[in-house]
């Protein structure tokens, strides 16, 4: 790995510019899921605002065969945006922190153990198990309040599981069907469009009409412009300047910054047992990031 002083700061600009987008991910979409949109209304900004954008790209890509890309739609586009959005409505900030960019090495390492039979080395393990002490305790959290939270936030934390699940098999997807980053960021917006936004449009429950007008701005440019094609391109710039173990190591920043920062911007408190799940994930993402051979989870969200 190269030292601090020889990195290129095209490489640092880039992968600070990346936090910050997976940062504000979580205080943005927390924030909408304590708005007026539903979560299918954000998914469908998310889709409709990218999808415009991907309609630019597509003559310079090549789309991949349609197994292929209904498979990435239906885990790295609906299927993870739809468990994601409707969890941010039950569930704090916090908690997305763990479970979602926290916990995906390990969903991502225990899948490939069950679908594709990669063992974990023992390094792998030990980090694992830190990530794990941390969902765990992320549980024990929601568990120690109230029956009137309890279970709502209980769906909350199940479903940015499931989340993070979804994105963990598109990882794996992406290793047996490998696309450039903007072909996959393309073919997975514009398929999830296709798909997702009839089926919204028709049978969904929408307060898109009843949503104050920057409420909606704000969504559509963050979800559909920051999150599907401008965090992408700086996390990839970020990878080629710095190399992948480097930047792995330096966005295990987010689920501690991302939580840190839901104190004084949504007036979320941090309990002890959610600071203990923090610092767990955190520790397991940088003993993760060392192995050379770990399976890397692709860019979230």
Do not use: N
């Not at 991949?64 to 609906?78: D, E, N, Q, R, T």
């Not at 598109?170 to 936004?197: D, E, G, M, N």
């Amino acid at each position: 790995m190269k030292s601090v002083t020889s990195l290129p700061r095209t490489g640092w600009i880039a992968v600070v510019a990346t936090i910050c987008i997976w940062t504000g991910f979580i205080l943005v979409t927390r924030a909408g899921g304590k708005g007026v949109l539903t979560g299918f209304d954000v998914t469908a900004l998310r889709f409709g605002v990218g999808a415009a954008i991907a309609l630019f790209f597509l003559p310079r890509v090549t789309l991949p065969p349609l197994k292929v890309l209904a498979l990435f739609s239906l885990f790295g586009g609906i299927g993870y945006a739809t468990a994601v959005y409707a969890a941010f409505r039950m569930a704090p900030a916090a908690h997305a922190s763990v479970l979602l960019p926290g916990a995906l090495p390990f969903e991502t390492a225990v899948i490939a153990w069950l679908w594709l039979k990669q063992t974990p080395s023992r390094a792998q393990r030990i980090a694992l198990g830190f990530v794990f002490a941390g969902i765990l305790l992320t549980a024990a959290d929601t568990l120690s309040h109230g029956p009137s939270l309890t279970g709502m936030q209980l769906v909350g934390d199940l479903l940015f599981l499931c989340g993070s699940s979804s994105w963990a098999i598109f990882t794996l997807l992406l290793r047996q069907h490998p696309l450039p980053p903007l072909t996959a960021t393309v073919s997975v917006t514009l398929a999830s469009a296709i798909v997702y936004l009839p089926l919204w449009w028709l049978f969904l429950p929408s307060t898109m009409d009843q949503a104050p007008g920057g409420e909606i701005l704000m969504q559509a440019l963050y979800q559909g412009v920051l999150v599907v094609f401008i965090a992408m391109l700086t996390y990839t710039l970020a990878v080629r300047h710095l190399g992948p173990q480097a930047v792995a190591l330096l966005m295990a920043v987010v689920p501690g910054l991302s939580a840190v920062a839901a104190v004084p911007v949504l007036g979320e408190p941090l309990s002890a047992l959610t600071l203990a799940g923090l610092a767990a994930v955190t520790v397991g993402a940088v003993l993760g990031a060392r192995p050379p051979k770990r399976v890397i989870p692709a860019d979230l969200p």
